[in-house]
């Protein structure tokens, strides 16, 4: 992570890319290039900034395209926006678009058919505790060989409960078996919905879909106006169980995140609560 006077920015090498997660007003509009200049220095192919409405005009007039849009995302109000810049044209262009076009018809045809979420008899649910670390962590490297956010470090975890991660975990007996967390912005009244596991043996059973029926009453309680979620592009389960929960789709981001060691694309969905 690096900041940049009130601008949050992670960057690295695992994902080949900078991306901007938090814009201060101040910093605007000489985060722009302060970002291009970033990407440039490390050789990064591509810039990816989650982007108030106001921030989009100058990245748009300096070579960023708009990969995705969310209605509101800040405060209800305000809409969102997920622009990037590429410096590659192996990056830019899409790999498997017609896989991309077959999960995104299928999870269309299943928008908002979810039933009532119940986990499986002999299983429980609850938020996450600093207790849980090493069990979260020891989940995280079963179901991903590697990560764009360190979450197989149990410090890690435990460094992001006390900022603005609630993680969610299911159990049988004393042995977790999924998790998923959402990533809080208070001020901007929005959460991502991400980080979903499932240990292999265990898929199929609705756990995912429980979990994100969990996560959203939690942050209601905080004053959260809406959710979205960034889910791989080429996975049927994830895609479907969010449009099954009645999320819009708001776009693709071409090979934007590094998933067990490779470049995946991922779409945005979002949901006002």
């Given amino acids: 992570?690096?900041?940049?006077g009130e601008s949050l920015i992670q960057h690295g090498k695992a994902n080949d890319r900078a991306y901007v997660m938090k814009i201060g007003k101040n910093d605007y509009p000489g985060i722009v290039g302060d970002v291009?200049?970033?990407?440039?220095?490390?050789?990064?192919?591509?810039?990816?900034?989650?982007?108030p409405a106001f921030a989009r005009p100058a990245f748009m007039d300096s070579g960023f395209v708009e990969e995705a849009r969310v209605p509101g995302l800040f405060q209800g109000e305000?809409?969102?926006?997920?622009?990037?810049?590429?410096?590659?044209?192996?990056?830019?262009?899409?790999?498997?678009?017609?896989?991309?076009?077959?999960?995104?018809?299928a999870a269309r045809q299943k928008r908002g058919k979810t039933g009532d979420a119940?986990?499986?008899?002999?299983?429980?649910?609850?938020?996450?505790?600093?207790?849980?670390?090493?069990?979260?962590?020891?989940?995280y490297r079963q179901v991903f060989a590697s990560y764009p956010f360190p979450i197989h470090d149990p410090d890690y975890l435990a460094r992001t409960m006390d900022e603005n991660l609630s993680y969610y975990g299911?159990?049988?007996?004393?042995?977790?078996?999924?998790?998923?967390?959402?990533?809080?912005?208070?001020?901007?009244?929005?959460?991502?919905?991400?980080?979903?596991?499932?240990?292999?043996?265990?898929?199929?059973?609705?756990?995912?879909?429980?979990l994100l029926d969990q996560m959203e009453s939690g942050i209601k309680q905080s004053g959260i106006q809406t959710a979205y979620?960034?889910?791989?592009?080429?996975?049927?389960?994830?895609?479907?169980?969010?449009?099954k929960h009645g999320y819009a789709f708001g776009?693709?981001?071409?090979?934007?995140?590094?998933?067990?060691?490779?470049?995946?694309?991922?779409?945005?969905w979002y949901k006002h609560l």
């Fill in 78 to 105: 305000e809409d969102g926006f997920f622009l990037s810049r590429f410096f590659s044209p192996e990056r830019e262009a899409e790999g498997q678009p017609d896989l991309v076009a077959e999960i995104l018809e």
């Fill in 170 to 210: 299911i159990w049988i007996d004393s042995r977790l078996i999924a998790l998923s967390s959402a990533e809080i912005d208070f001020a901007g009244k929005n959460a991502e919905m991400t980080d979903f596991a499932t240990l292999p043996e265990c898929r199929g059973s609705g756990l995912a879909t429980y």
């Fill in 36 to 51: 291009v200049a970033l990407a440039r220095a490390n050789g990064y192919s591509k810039i990816f900034v989650k982007a």
């Fill in 251 to 268: 776009g693709t981001l071409v090979h934007n995140t590094q998933i067990s060691g490779n470049l995946e694309s991922m779409n945005v």
């Fill in 229 to 243: 979620t960034i889910a791989r592009a080429y996975s049927f389960g994830m895609n479907i169980t969010f449009a």
């Fill in 118 to 139: 119940k986990l499986p008899a002999g299983h429980a649910c609850r938020v996450m505790q600093k207790d849980d670390v090493e069990e979260m962590a020891r989940l």
């Fill in 1 to 4: 992570m690096e900041i940049i």
